[in-house]
């Protein structure tokens, strides 16, 4: 299972740390992505981390502004967001596959968190 916490209401150019946790020493083995989903707009991959080696994958709409992060000693995964913008509100989800590559698609992903909302208002 995934529980995903740290989100709330920020200021723009503010930062949040989103953490990913997950039940089990699990996380060697499986890549992880966030995602995020606004009002009225599709679910949105923006980046993961590869279970085995740990390669990450970024969205353009993020790359430069986040990090993805894995702690398996504390089952978690992090994704450092900063220099917040306007439209970076949104739900945010962490979810988990076995592929041992990972992927900002959707359709890969079989475990998903419930989200944390991230509001980025002035």
């Known amino acids: 299972q995934l529980a995903e916490s740290g989100g709330g209401l920020v200021h723009p150019g503010g930062s949040l740390r989103l953490s990913c946790a997950a039940s089990g020493s699990i996380l060697d083995y499986l890549s992880i992505g966030w995602f995020r989903q606004a009002p009225g707009k599709e679910r949105e991959g923006i980046p993961c981390?590869?279970?085995?080696?740990?390669?990450?994958s970024y969205a353009d709409s993020v790359k430069d502004r986040f990090t993805i992060s894995k702690d398996s000693a504390d089952k978690r995964v992090y994704l450092l967001t900063n220099s917040l913008k306007f439209e970076d509100t949104a739900a945010y989800y962490c979810?988990?596959?076995?592929?041992?590559?990972?992927?900002?698609?959707?359709?890969?992903?079989?475990?998903w968190g419930q989200g944390t909302q991230v509001t980025v208002s002035s």
């Open positions: 981390i590869s279970g085995n080696e740990g390669r990450t």
């Open positions: 979810a988990a596959t076995w592929s041992r590559f990972c992927s900002l698609s959707t359709g890969q992903y079989s475990y």
